[in-house]
C-alpha cells in the first residue's frame, strides 16, 4: 500500500512539474498568486523546477491537485497539453472522494463530479417555452447535473441533427438540435424593418454539442430567465440562417432540457469565440482602426468619477465613467456608459479584469475604447492586499459612510477610499457632525493601513 502512494505520489510530482513547463512566466505567475498557502518568499526564491515539490509539500497530494486544477482554471490554461496531464489524477482524486469504481464508470463520475462548479439546477420548460422554477428558500445548493447521456449521443440521424451535418444541410425539419450552452448574452433591443418600426428584444447563445459549435439568436425575452449557461438543451423546430451561419429560436420553437453531453474543451472555447469578441493585448488594439470590436484583460490602474455627459445628437444626459488598464503591452482608456457603469460595481484598482464587447473610439490619433449593449466585465482575481505605512495628507470627500483621502505611499500620491467608521475608529475620534473638522486639525499625520486596491481594509494612525 505505501508502495502504491509513493509511486502515486512520484507520478503526481512528474505531471505537475511538466504542467509547470508548459505554462509562460505570466501564466507562471498568475498561477503562484492562486497558491495562498504558499509565503511570498518561497515563492520568488524556488525555481521552477523545485516548485512542484514545494506545492505538494503545502497542500499534500490530494490537496495540490485541486489547487492546480482550480488555478488552470484561474488562468486560464484548459487546453489538451495542460488539461492531459492533470485529468488522471483530477480523476482519481473524484473517484477517492465519491468511492466511485474505476474504469469507464469511474472516468463518467469524474467528469460529472467536475461540471458540479458549473451548473446549477435547471429551470422547467415546456414544448412551448419557458416556466419559472420554483425556488427554495433554504437550499442553495445545486443539484447534481445530469450523467452523460448516451442516448442522446447515439440518436439515429432521422431523429436528431448534430450541429457539424446542420451546417453542411442548412436545415433541421423535425429533428432535434440538442446542446450545452456555454455563453448567453445580455439582452438585446433591434428595430423591426417595417412601417411601424417596431423595437422588439432578442438575446445571444454560444452553444455547442460533441462536433462544434453554432450561434444561436432567441427572439423574445420570454426565455431568458430560463435558458442558463453550463445546461443543457434541445430545440426543435428552428429557423437556419445559412448565410450567416446562425440557428435562429423563435416562439413557434419547442425547447426542452435535456441531459448532458460530451462536450470537448476545443469546441466550448470555440462556442464562447460566437458570442465574445477577441481578447488583443492593448498594444495591439492601440493599431486597429474607428469602430472595430475588441476584447482585453489586464490590471485596473486607476477608476474614474461617473459624470453625466450631455449627448448632442440626442439631447439628452447620459452617464459615463472612465477607468484604466493595463496589461503588460500598455495601458488604455475604457469608457463605461449609461447602465454600464455599473459594471465597476466591486472592481477596484489593482483587480485584474476581462472586459469583452468594446469598440475602438479613433480620436485625434489616439485609440480608447467604448462600452457597447453587449459589453460585460469580469473579475478574473482581486488585488492583492498590502500592509503598508502611508501619510494622510487631505480629504477629497466624506460623508457617514465612505471617505476619500489623498495620501503618500511609498512616495507616491494615491486616492485611497476608507469606510468612515473604520476612519473614526483608527484614528481616535467619533464620527460625529464636527468629525472631518478634527479630522483636519490632525492632517498631515502618519498611519500603518492595509490595503487592496484603493481600498483601505485595515488602519491606524501612528502615535
Known amino acids: 500500500m ?4 509513493r509511486n502515486s505520489a512520484t507520478g503526481w510530482k512528474k505531471a505537475l512539474t511538466n504542467i509547470l513547463e508548459e505554462l509562460t512566466q ?35 497530494e490530494d490537496g495540490s491537485v485541486t489547487e492546480i486544477e482550480n488555478a488552470m482554471e484561474e488562468i486560464p490554461r484548459r487546453d489538451d497539453k495542460v488539461q492531459d496531464l492533470l485529468r488522471p489524477f483530477v480523476e482519481k482524486h473524484e473517484r477517492s472522494a465519491t468511492g466511485a469504481p474505476a474504469g469507464k464508470d469511474a472516468r463518467s463520475s469524474a467528469g460529472q463530479a467536475n461540471r458540479k462548479r458549473q451548473r446549477g439546477p435547471q429551470p422547467k420548460m415546456d414544448s412551448g417555452g419557458p416556466m419559472k422554477a420554483k425556488k427554495k428558500k433554504t437550499e442553495k445548493k445545486a443539484t447534481s447535473p445530469p450523467r452523460p447521456s448516451a442516448a442522446l449521443q447515439t440518436l439515429t440521424p ?22 450545452k450552452v456555454v455563453h448567453k448574452s445580455d439582452l438585446h433591443q433591434y428595430q423591426v ?24 439568436q432567441v427572439y423574445g425575452q420570454e426565455r431568458y430567465p430560463a435558458i442558463q449557461e453550463g445546461h443543457f438543451y434541445t430545440f426543435r423546430d428552428v429557423l437556419m440562417d445559412r448565410r450567416e451561419k446562425v440557428v435562429k429560436v423563435t416562439q413557434k420553437t419547442k425547447v426542452s432540457k435535456t441531459g448532458s453531453l460530451d462536450v470537448p ?28 470590436e475588441v476584447s482585453v484583460e489586464g490590471t485596473v490602474k486607476e477608476i474614474g468619477a461617473i459624470n453625466s455627459m450631455l449627448m448632442k ?15 503588460g503591452t500598455g495601458s488604455i482608456t475604457i469608457s463605461l456608459w449609461g447602465e454600464d457603469t455599473r459594471h465597476l460595481g466591486g472592481i477596484s484598482v489593482g483587480d ?20 457597447t449593449d453587449s459589453t460585460r466585465t469580469t473579475k478574473v482575481q482581486s488585488a492583492a492586499v498590502q500592509n503598508v505605512t502611508i501619510r494622510i495628507l487631505g480629504i477629497c470627500k466624506f460623508d457617514r459612510s465612505y471617505t476619500e483621502l489623498e495620501a503618500e505611499i511609498n512616495k507616491q500620491m494615491k486616492t485611497l477610499k476608507v469606510a468612515s467608521p473604520l476612519l473614526a ?13 478634527k479630522l483636519l486639525q490632525k492632517v498631515p499625520f502618519p498611519a500603518e493601513a492595509q490595503i487592496q486596491g484603493n481600498e483601505i481594509k485595515q488602519l491606524k494612525a501612528q502615535a
Do not use: W
Not at 441533427?161 to 433541421?172: A, C, M, N, P, Y
Not at 474543451?265 to 472595430?292: C, H, M, W
Not at 469598440?359 to 489616439?366: A, D, H, R
Open 193 to 216: 424593418k417595417n412601417k411601424n418600426k417596431e423595437i422588439k428584444t432578442c438575446f445571444y447563445l454560444g452553444v455547442a454539442d460533441e462536433t462544434d459549435a453554432i450561434k444561436v
Open 313 to 327: 445628437a440626442k439631447r439628452m444626459k447620459k452617464d459615463k465613467q472612465d477607468f484604466e488598464l493595463e496589461d
Open 158 to 179: 432521422d431523429l436528431r441533427e448534430t450541429i457539424r451535418d446542420l451546417k453542411v444541410s442548412g436545415q433541421l425539419s423535425q429533428k432535434l438540435l440538442a446542446v
Open 2 to 5: 505505501f508502495t502504491m502512494r
Open 26 to 60: 505570466q501564466q507562471f505567475k498568475k498561477m503562484l498568486e492562486c497558491l495562498e498557502k504558499i509565503p511570498k518568499s518561497v515563492k520568488t526564491t524556488r525555481s521552477r523546477e523545485c516548485m512542484a515539490q514545494t506545492i505538494i509539500e503545502h497542500y499534500g
Open 265 to 292: 474543451k476545443n469546441v466550448e472555447l470555440e462556442a464562447g469565440k460566437l458570442i465574445f469578441s477577441p481578447v488583443y493585448t492593448v498594444r495591439k488594439v492601440q493599431t486597429f482602426p474607428d469602430r472595430k
Open 352 to 371: 485584474v479584469v476581462r472586459v469583452n464587447n468594446l469598440k475602438t473610439n479613433l480620436f485625434k490619433g489616439t485609440v480608447s475604447l467604448n462600452s
Open 425 to 437: 475608529e483608527g484614528v481616535g475620534l467619533r464620527l460625529g457632525d464636527d468629525f472631518e473638522d
